[in-house]
């Protein structure tokens, strides 16, 4: 039976503080560290065929690192106080 185990960039770092998502937070992580730019500007990475950076996934990458940290911001109002009949009177 073949291992399964891999070495992931991102299991040798800490999470933020802030990061509500953590398995979306480590795969964009091993993503983004996978595109980070060469010496000469371009992607490394076989999928990006030496294109400029950031590539495509790089940018999706650091996007859902983002996406992963951030917090819902909650509505002013909430379902349970606010009802339609209730400001019709």
């Given amino acids: 039976m073949p291992d399964t185990t891999h070495n992931r960039s991102s299991h040798e770092v800490d999470l933020p503080d802030d990061v509500t ?12 560290v996978a595109h980070q730019p060469d010496a000469t500007g371009r992607c490394p990475s076989l ?7 950031p590539c495509e996934p790089l940018v999706n990458a650091e996007r859902a690192m983002r996406l992963a940290q951030e917090v819902t911001p909650q509505p002013a109002w909430s379902p349970a106080t606010w009802h339609w009949r209730r400001e019709a009177a």
């Fill in 21 to 32: 998502d953590p398995l979306l937070w480590r795969l964009a992580y091993d993503v983004a």
């Fill in 47 to 53: 999928l990006c065929a030496k294109q400029s950076a």
